[in-house]
């Protein structure tokens, strides 16, 4: 993974002399330069497989910040939610987390310093999983509403900013009538742009719609839909691995017996007059 970072950041800025592990610079080393730490995995269950923390520290002369600024603008620019490809076919992206405290400046390095913290999740193959029906009926609904891609369960690789994700978080199921069954499902789904203003804007226009409709299509042919039966949000919460719109979703389905006899004959009294 640090060689992939690695090589972005060298490919895409070209004043950066080296990118280093954290023992290799010493206070001769030519500025300006990296340095990456490394985490370790965070595996969840959720739509990214893991999340990894990272710190990319950029040195320069004792000159001026400026020089700072410019190089961190361009470190964001390099990996922020840029899909980066292994050799061995692994595929990931960063997502820019801020700074690490103050600028640091080593009098004895003639060095200034400067921490950015990025986390690094795991993408996956387009075809790698089954979408649930009724994660493929959200998607299809928020696509309608804000025109932009929508991912069902999974990140994938080469996934397009801003974008939207939707997977299953929960599924509920209760004895309704005696022959159907009360299904509700909680849909998650990860607004992920560049700019939060935009983010919270497709959040508002699909949540408005959502409150208007009550009822979204599963399958129009069939006259099947998933009745709304709440809405929350989150919009401070990590659109990557945990998502700020929560939806649960319910319907009615029938229930299937098996080894029942099949009824052959009806017996009965009496005439049924038309009045």
Request: aromatic residues 8%; glycine residues 4%; proline residues 4%.
């Amino acid at each position: 993974m640090r060689d992939g970072i690695r090589e972005k950041l060298l490919d895409s800025i070209p004043e950066l002399k080296e990118c280093y592990e954290p023992t290799v610079p010493d206070k001769s080393t030519e500025k300006p330069y990296a340095v990456i730490l490394q985490g370790s995995d965070d595996k969840q269950n959720n739509p990214t497989s893991y999340s990894r923390g990272i710190q990319i520290w950029l040195y320069d002369k004792r000159l001026t910040f400026n020089t700072l600024d410019s190089l961190m603008e361009k470190v964001i620019a390099a990996l922020d939610l840029q899909t980066i490809t292994k050799d061995t076919g692994e595929s990931y992206t960063c997502v820019f987390n801020g700074t690490i405290g103050d600028d640091v400046i080593d009098e004895e390095w003639d060095a200034i310093a400067r921490g950015l913290k990025f986390n690094v999740i795991a993408l996956h193959e387009e075809s790698e999983s089954y979408v649930d029906s009724w994660v493929g009926a959200v998607s299809n609904y928020i696509n309608g509403l804000i025109n932009i891609p929508v991912y069902p369960e999974y990140w994938v690789k080469n996934f397009a900013v801003p974008s939207v994700l939707c997977r299953v978080l929960k599924t509920d199921l209760s004895p309704a009538t005696l022959g159907a069954n009360r299904v509700m499902k909680t849909i998650r789904c990860h607004f992920v742009s560049r700019d939060k203003s935009m983010a919270n804007k497709f959040i508002d226009t699909v949540e408005s719609q959502l409150i208007q409709d009550t009822k979204i299509p599963l399958d129009i042919a069939d006259r099947r839909y998933l009745t709304i039966s709440s809405i929350r949000e989150d919009r401070e919460a990590d659109p990557f691995t945990v998502g700020q719109l929560s939806v649960d979703f319910f319907r009615l389905e029938n229930i299937k017996r098996k080894n029942i006899p099949v009824m052959n004959k009806i017996y009965g009294r009496g005439s049924i007059k038309e009045e």
